[in-house]
């Protein structure tokens, strides 16, 4: 006698497809997954980036010897473009200049668009003693 094949031994070519759909439906998760976090992570590290060069333009301010009304702006090596101005409030307009208060604002811009800003007051007797604003 010989032996029959046995049927039953294996997988058929339906158990295969399923497998292999699901297969790369998980893989699929998983590159969604990781481009997520690739696009989170150059967010992070260009806001890192952008905060650095703010801080830096707001103590490098008084170098820059900007009077009130007066703008100037920059880019930095990495491709952040960066703007710094001095505006005095309408208040302080009528004040001496060596008793009013002056605002500072920088903005910077990273290469995806996304604009960060900050700014502070400086007294402007501060600012003659200092050599900044004369």
């Given at each position: 006698m010989t032996a029959r094949p046995d049927r039953s031994a294996g997988f058929s070519l339906i158990e295969v497809m399923v497998a292999f759909v699901i297969l790369s439906l998980v893989v699929a998760m998983c590159l969604q997954v990781y481009t997520r976090s690739a696009e989170a992570e150059a967010k992070a590290r260009w806001s890192d980036e952008a905060h650095v060069l703010l801080r830096d333009?707001?103590?490098?301010?008084?170098?820059?010897?900007?009077?009130?009304?007066?703008?100037?702006?920059?880019?930095?090596?990495?491709?952040?473009?960066?703007?710094?101005?001095?505006?005095?409030?309408?208040?302080?307009?009528?004040?001496?200049?060596?008793?009013?208060?002056?605002?500072?604002?920088?903005?910077?811009?990273?290469?995806?668009?996304?604009?960060?800003s900050a700014s502070t007051a400086r007294w402007l007797g501060e600012m003659t003693q200092q050599g900044g604003v004369e």
């Open positions: 333009r707001l103590v490098a301010f008084e170098s820059l010897r900007l009077l009130p009304g007066q703008k100037t702006s920059g880019e930095a090596a990495d491709g952040l473009r960066w703007t710094i101005g001095a505006t005095q409030p309408a208040s302080d307009a009528g004040i001496g200049a060596s008793r009013g208060v002056m605002w500072i604002t920088a903005e910077v811009t990273d290469p995806t668009g996304q604009t960060y």
